[in-house]
């Protein structure tokens, strides 16, 4: 079946220490997207790759980065994770066509816990 | 600014009664509203969008710009809706699209 997939599930980390997150797909989408999802908050946006084409939230700390070296993957980068940025990531994909709004399709997202 | 507004973090019913999930939204533009389901132990999928103006498993919702609202409804609750349900606001620019969620509510069907 054709999927998003995040890797690791669950992600422990420490306090400073540097985590990279993984997502691939097998939809072949143009645009994947990461997103933030504290507990009991909505998903909210960090950014998102239209092909190669790098688009960032302007809220989004310079604490996150990401990769995209090739259609189906992804990383999410966190560079020093803090106690603030213990959440669930969930990483989508879509379509990315002019004049239409294209569903997004989630992975199961990784849950990252920061000591 | 771009906002969703879901009033209710838990909704508890009883199977066979009317549900009715609340979602407010703030936007200047044309909106574009979708709702979106999470299962026990599934991942984050569309339940459905305004603009197709379809019922999926038996849920409808309508846009009323005047009251700036995309309630979802279903005149008769199922165990299998025990959900989460988000609303999201879909904004469309150069080529990619973004949605901004509401904090989600839990709808519990109890039997």
């Known amino acids: 079946d054709a999927m998003v997939i995040q890797n690791p599930r669950y992600q422990v980390t420490q306090f400073g220490k540097p985590v990279t997150l993984s997502c691939s797909q097998t939809?072949?989408?143009?645009?994947m997207y990461w997103y933030q999802q504290k507990s009991s908050q909505a998903p909210k946006l960090l950014f998102h790759y239209y092909d190669k084409d790098f688009n960032n939230e302007a809220d989004t700390p310079d604490n996150f980065q990401s990769r995209r070296p090739n259609t189906s993957f992804c990383f999410l980068d966190i560079r020093s994770p803090g106690l603030g940025d213990a959440a669930m990531y969930l990483c989508?994909?879509?379509?990315?066509?002019?004049?239409?709004?294209?569903?997004?399709?989630f992975g199961p997202g990784t849950r990252l816990t920061v000591l | 600014a771009q906002r969703v507004t879901q009033p209710e973090k838990l909704l508890s019913v009883f199977k066979g009664a009317p549900v009715e999930l609340k979602c407010n939204y703030s936007y200047s533009g044309s909106p574009e509203l979708f709702w979106y389901v999470q299962y026990s132990r599934q991942r984050l999928q569309l339940l459905l969008r305004h603009i197709s103006r379809e019922s999926i498993k038996g849920f409808t919702a309508d846009l009323n710009k005047g009251e700036t609202s995309f309630h979802l409804k279903k005149p008769f609750a199922q165990e299998e809706d025990s959900a989460m349900y988000y609303c999201a606001l879909g904004m469309f620019s150069g080529g990619y699209n973004k949605l901004i969620f509401g904090a989600g509510t839990r709808l519990a069907v109890h039997p």
């Open positions: 939809l072949n989408h143009n645009v």
């Open positions: 989508a994909t879509s379509i990315g066509t002019s004049g239409t709004y294209n569903e997004q399709f």
